[in-house]
């Protein structure tokens, strides 16, 4: 799998202080995956984790998974800044 880079996006899951700069691929999902608040489920975060593996598999381009990270966060109510 590849880990293509994406312009940075700059976000602060709760319980962060300081927004963190993500810059890839593989950020995008691990904040999906490993980050994202458990309580915050929604079509949004499942078509972003989806983006997020068909761009490391090259099915996507990677500012399509950057797109659907982007409304996750919106949905989400999550602070990001890009």
């Not at 899951?13 to 300081?18: D, R, V």
């Not at 079509?43 to 068909?54: E, G, H, Q």
């Not at 998974?65 to 602070?79: H, L, V």
């Amino acid at each position: 799998m590849d880990n293509p880079k994406v312009a940075t996006v700059k976000v602060r899951l709760p319980g962060e202080g300081a927004y963190r700069e993500l810059t890839s691929i593989e950020d995008l999902a691990d904040a999906l995956m490993k980050e994202w608040p458990f309580e915050v489920s929604s079509p949004a975060r499942y078509r972003a984790r989806v983006k997020c593996l068909d761009a490391m598999n090259g099915l996507c381009g990677p500012e399509d998974a950057r797109t659907a990270f982007i409304a996750a966060c919106r949905e989400a109510g999550i602070d990001f800044v890009c």
